[in-house]
């Protein structure tokens, strides 16, 4: 069965220093890995998404994130967090968008 | 701006009765929608594959006649909580698959919060 852990629930940063948000899967073969990003009471935003090719992903709002397959790992991360980026955020992993299993997400607070 | 809207955003009721929550792609057509369900603190689970002209298909363990759900069209999914009870109270999240260019990208809804008293 598939599954992802997200080991840190909670993360502060301070506000312009660097972030890498922990995702590791367990998946039978090579997986679609994706990050998602969850504002309050809000629905999930994609960041990026993992399919195939180059390990590191480039995404939006300066996101990027590294598939290592070595170490079941697809950790997030940004050079400078920006107050706007404190949200909660969702690594998932699956065959298809109706196979997905989210972890249980990490909540990145922003401090000044 | 979003591609999948959910009415209504927040909806609080009564114990016993039903509940009604719509999800729509708003500039394509969705022949599949998902719903799922997020508990404070907890990721989403998926609840059930909504199907446009077909019988959903449900996760295990998911009710399927307290969680009723219906596809009329390739723009709208509803899901009904029927006979609701305080253990219902959730937030519920749909989403929606869109092909684009080859590729593509799962929208999600904004959630909806349902409270039941």
Known sequence: AQSVTQPDIHITVSEGASLELRCNYSYGATPYLFWYVQSPGQGLQLLLKYFSGDTLVQGIKGFEAEFKRSQSSFNLRKPSVHWSDAAEYFCAVGAGYSTLTFGKGTMLLVSP | ?117
Request: proline share 3%.
């Open chain 2, 1 to 117: 701006g979003a591609v999948v809207s959910q009415h209504p955003s927040w909806v609080i009721c009564k114990s016993g009765t039903s509940v009604k929550i719509e999800c729509r792609s708003l500039d394509f057509q969705a022949t599949t929608m998902f719903w799922y369900r997020q508990f404070p603190k907890q990721s989403l689970m998926l609840m059930a594959t909504s199907n446009e002209g077909s019988k959903a298909t449900y996760e295990q363990g998911v009710e399927k006649d307290k969680f009723l759900i219906n596809h009329a069209s390739l723009t709208l999914s509803t899901l009904t909580v029927t006979s609701a009870h305080p253990e219902d109270s959730s937030f519920y999240i749909c989403s929606a698959p869109r092909a684009l260019e080859n590729t593509g990208e799962l929208f999600f809804g904004e959630g909806s919060r349902l409270t039941v008293l």
